[in-house]
Each structure stands twice: as C-alpha cells, then as structure tokens.
C-alpha cells in the first residue's frame, strides 16, 4: 500500500510551504492535546461530582416522599390536592449561561423562598415539613440537572477534541510529512540527473577538446 500523500508539484517552493504548514499543524495539534487532557481532567472531577449531587437528590425525593406519604395519611388525597392548589411558589430559579475551557452548558440558580400559610380547614401540621421537602428536593434536582447537562456538553467536547487529535496524529500531518519526504527525494533525484547531465556536458567537452589536439 502507497503512502498517502498530498496533491502538490514537487518544488522548491511547495517544500517550503508545506514545511511551513506542518509546522502549524503540529503546533494545533499539541494545543489540542494540551485541551484534550485538561478536558478529560475536568470530565472526571465532573463524574465525580454529578454522582454526588445524584445521590443528594436521591435522598431529598425519598424525605420528600416520606413526608407526603405521612402528609397524605393524616389529611387525605382530596385535603391534600386542594391545599396544594391554595400554594405559593417556593423556589425561584434562574438559568445562566457558564463556560469552562470553551464548553457553555447552563448553569442553574436556585432561591428558596419563604412559606406562605395554607389557610385551609383540615390541613396537618405534617404539610409544612412536606413542603419544605419538596423545596429542597426541587433544589437538588435542579443542581443534578446542571451537573448532567455540564457533564454532557464536556464528554461531548472531549471526545471531539480526540477525534481532531487522532486527526491530526494519524492522518493530516503524516500526509504532510509523507509529502515533504516525496518532494525532498524527488528534488535530490532531479539535482542528482542535472549533475549527472553536467558531468556529461564536460566528458564531450573534453572529448571534443582532445579530438581537435
């Protein structure tokens, strides 16, 4: 199998600038790699962090539930779903973009804010505990939604970033290189024939010169 190389003349002048362009493209490419690792660094902690804040919204929907669930026992379904009606936002939450080492994911703000009384006949002592829950919970939610789309967005730059690396590792700068190396053999073999036509030149001179003696 050939080697894969680039359309190009063999010249002087396309050594040079190919010579040029390889340059460039091995400098891209240690940048890319530099953004790779600091990449998959940042993917890892990321990991890390989602799976905690996973297991901290896990645990505020099982109080949450619990709560309910005793909320729900004392009061009934149709109390409940009425009191519910009757409520006032608890949480207000805000979207910011954010951007870390050019990846942008949301960034999600979260308030709580305070409890306003029911007012109903037949409410539980229980529902104020229920709704402080669900707060919390609808809080922690929030933060496990933000660590999972962050999280996505740089698993997805990561692995672009590899792709562009291999890319260029294994495919565009070896075609350069493989060219440059063409063009340099075939400009040797080309000045190696203009010497070797020289040197004829001079046998005939030489020849003609000792004919006419």
């Not at 190919?18 to 790779?36: P, W």
């Not at 936002?89 to 409890?115: Q, Y």
């Not at 495919?171 to 190696?192: D, F, G, V």
């Amino acid at each position: 199998m050939s080697e894969q190389r680039i359309k190009a003349p063999p010249t002087k002048n396309t050594l040079l600038k190919l010579k040029k362009q390889v340059r460039f493209l091995e400098d891209g490419h240690a940048l890319l790699e530099r953004k790779r690792e600091l990449l998959t660094r940042l993917v890892y902690q990321r990991i890390n962090e989602y799976r905690a804040q996973r297991e901290e919204a896990h645990r505020a929907i099982r109080d949450a539930y619990h709560w309910m669930s005793i909320s729900f026992l004392r009061m009934g379904s149709r109390s409940l779903h009425q009191a519910g009606l009757g409520m006032a936002p608890s949480i207000e939450i805000d979207i910011i973009p954010k951007r870390s080492l050019g990846v942008e994911f949301p960034a999600i703000h979260t308030r709580k804010l305070p409890l306003q009384p029911v007012g109903l006949l037949g409410t539980d002592a229980s529902l104020d505990e229920t709704r402080k829950q669900l707060t919390e919970a609808a809080v922690q939610m929030a933060r496990l939604a933000e660590a999972e789309m962050a999280l996505g967005r740089l698993m997805a730059e990561q692995r672009k970033a590899q792709k562009r690396v291999n890319a260029l590792k294994y495919n565009i700068i070896p075609r350069y290189r493989n060219t440059i190396r063409y063009i340099e053999s075939a400009l040797e073999e080309e000045e190696r024939n203009v010497l070797f036509q020289i040197k004829l030149l001079r046998e005939k001179e030489r020849s003609k010169g000792a004919e006419v003696d």
